[in-house]
């Protein structure tokens, strides 16, 4: 999906979202390209506060996405 899409379908499913869901993991736009996205979460994990929904369209090598969710590490 394009970025439009994929910010319509994060925030749909932010509000849809438990809390303790939302606590407990990342949600973000991500790549589609896997390549992409692989970097984009490493780098995502390094420092989080750092990055926003449009952080991901600079990874993005040909302009596709997907919303994904992964667990958040424990110290967070």
């Given amino acids: 999906m394009n ?4 910010l319509e379908h994060k925030n749909e499913s932010l ?3 438990d809390e303790s869901v939302l606590k407990q ?3 973000v736009i991500a790549p589609a ?3 992409d996205s692989k970097k984009y979460i490493d780098d995502f994990l390094k420092n989080p506060e750092k990055f926003d929904d449009e952080s ?3 990874y993005s090598s040909d302009g596709l ?3 994904i969710s992964f ?4 110290d967070e």
């Fill in 56 to 58: 991901c369209k600079k």
């Fill in 71 to 74: 667990k958040k590490e424990e």
């Fill in 15 to 17: 509000k849809n979202a």
């Fill in 3 to 6: 970025y439009k899409e994929a």
């Fill in 25 to 27: 993991y990342h949600l």
């Fill in 65 to 67: 996405f997907e919303v």
């Fill in 33 to 35: 390209n896997t390549d």
